[in-house]
C-alpha cells in the first residue's frame, strides 16, 4: 500500500520557524522526484519546492524562496520541508508529492493527505 503521511504542522507565529516531515512507504521512494505543494483556503493548490531523486538539485516558488529549504533522506525514506521566517501568507494545507519527470515534463503519482500550517499573531 503506496502511503505519503505529512506531519509537523500547527499554529506559529510571523517570523517563525517549523519543519514538515513527510513519511513514504510502499514504493520506491529514492526513484522519485518530490514536491511540496500548499493550498490556501478557497484558492488553487500550488508548487512550493522541488528536489530531484538524490537530492542535488532544488527549485522554490518565489514566494518562499530564501525562507523555506526542501531536503529528503532516502536512507529514512522521508522528505522534509524547513520553514522559517514564516508570513501569514505561507498558510495554507501543505501537501507532499510524488513523480517523475519524463523529459522536462513532471508526472505527478502520489499525493500525501496534507498537514494545516497556520501563521498567525
Known amino acids: 500500500q503506496v502511503q505519503l503521511v505529512e506531519s509537523g504542522g500547527g499554529l506559529v507565529q510571523p517570523g517563525g520557524s517549523l519543519r514538515l516531515s513527510c513519511a513514504a512507504s510502499?514504493?520506491?521512494?529514492?526513484?522519485?522526484?518530490m514536491r511540496w505543494y500548499r493550498q490556501a483556503p478557497g484558492k488553487e493548490r500550488v508548487l512550493v519546492a522541488t528536489?530531484?531523486?538524490?537530492?542535488?538539485?532544488?527549485n522554490y516558488a518565489d514566494s518562499v524562496k530564501g525562507r523555506f529549504a526542501i531536503s529528503r533522506d532516502n536512507a529514512k525514506n522521508t522528505l522534509y520541508l524547513q520553514m522559517n521566517s514564516l508570513k501569514p501568507e505561507d498558510t495554507a494545507v501543505y501537501y507532499c508529492n510524488a513523480g517523475q519527470y519524463y523529459g522536462g515534463t513532471y508526472v505527478s503519482d502520489y499525493w500525501g493527505q496534507g498537514t494545516q500550517v497556520t501563521v498567525s499573531s
Open positions: 528536489i530531484t531523486t538524490s537530492g542535488g538539485s532544488t
Open positions: 510502499g514504493f520506491a521512494f529514492s526513484y522519485y522526484a
